[in-house]
């Protein structure tokens, strides 16, 4: 936190909108003598805090949390007009966003392990069966039951579920010593599990997005490697479509995790053409889902994406650092989407 402290004091001095301590205090909702304890060492700034002086200093929220040199926060303004320059990255609103958990980690002293990169070259299908049998030595049920958990536990990465902030649905960022991924809070949990497997197809390929930006690709490698993760091709081969009846399908989709639509794009991906269960299941697959099986909306597995995430250790070191005094609680009442007067 020590250099975090002074990449802030350096963007107070050189900030050209004429703020001083008292003003930057008032804006970011700490008191002045908050801010020159944290100034002066001896209070730790909150992500949060964080977030608010990058965006009233007009600097980036990477450079803060990282003092990465690429990223000055000082972007070309025609870029929101146009495409940047060839060889260079886009900035991105969405990664800045989500860079929110790098600093609530940092908050504490936390680090996380990284996820081990397979050899270039390595086909989608051979690295999903290879996650698989991880998660699931991992796992107490079948890994798809609880997806964020089997990854926190296989991987030691983190995974959190955020209900704020520009549309999205999941982001991995990775940066010095801690990894994970976020996951826009929503109620169709098969089609977040799909999303949260694309993210983890991006560690596994060794693609480390920093904070704050996202390299843009029309490489399917990814979304192919959560395709064959959660819908392996031995068993789709092994299912005779024609004879499905709807109960089965529903069942189907249940076990497997994933949307009506999402199996469809796969069946045909390998050239298996769907059943009549699945062709006319027009309805989508919430509605399927509740016809066949009016329980499944009570189901833990139903609500895994609909509340704020945040891996349990992390939740431990903030509330014993609250205990302790060495943070305000700012950056757990964020990640809970909780009042902090609640905290």
């Given amino acids: 936190m020590e250099q975090i402290r002074l990449r802030v004091m350096d963007a107070i001095r050189s900030n050209d909108g004429g703020l001083n301590q008292a003003a930057i205090a008032r804006q970011v909702a700490m008191t002045q003598d908050g801010l020159s304890r944290s100034l002066s060492g001896q209070r730790n700034f909150s992500a949060s805090e964080l977030a608010a002086l990058a965006k009233i200093l ?5 450079w803060l949390v990282t003092g990465d040199p690429r990223s000055t926060g ?6 929101d ?3 940047p320059p060839i060889g260079t990255e886009r900035p991105d609103r969405v990664a800045e966003t989500v860079a929110f958990p790098a600093g609530a980690y940092r908050e504490v002293g936390m680090s996380t392990r990284s996820v081990p990169a397979i050899a270039p070259g390595t086909p989608p299908d051979a690295a999903a069966a290879e996650a698989a049998v991880g998660l699931e030595a991992n796992s107490p049920d079948p890994f798809i039951y609880d997806l964020p958990a ?3 536990h296989t991987y030691g990465i983190g995974v959190f579920v955020v209900g704020e902030g520009p549309a999205f649905d999941a982001r991995a960022m990775a940066i010095s010593k801690v990894t994970y991924v976020v996951v826009r809070g929503t109620g169709a949990w098969y089609q977040a599990n799909l999303v949260l497997a694309r993210e983890l197809g991006e560690l596994v390929q060794g693609r480390q997005p920093s904070i704050g930006r996202r390299r843009t690709s029309s490489d399917s490698w990814s979304t192919d490697f959560a395709y064959s993760l959660l819908l392996p091709e031995a068993v ?3 299912i ?7 109960r089965e399908l529903a069942d189907f989709l249940w076990e497997a995790g994933v949307s009506a ?7 045909k991906s390998l050239d298996i053409q769907p059943g009549p269960a699945l062709v006319h299941a027009d309805e989508g697959t919430l509605q399927l889902l509740v016809w066949q099986n009016p329980e499944c909306l009570s189901h833990p597995r139903a609500r895994a994406y609909r509340a704020p995430r945040i891996p349990y250790n992390l939740f431990n070191a903030h509330l014993k650092g609250m205990r302790e005094g060495r943070v305000d609680g700012t950056s757990l009442a964020w990640m809970l989407d909780t009042p902090l007067s609640e905290l």
């Fill in 58 to 62: 007009r600097v980036s929220l990477q």
């Fill in 261 to 267: 639509k999402g199996l469809t794009h796969r069946l």
């Fill in 150 to 152: 089997a990854i926190e």
């Fill in 240 to 246: 005779n479509w024609n004879r499905q009846t709807p």
């Fill in 81 to 83: 007009r146009g495409s």
């Fill in 74 to 79: 000082h972007e070309p303004a025609d870029w």
């Fill in 236 to 238: 789709l081969r092994s």
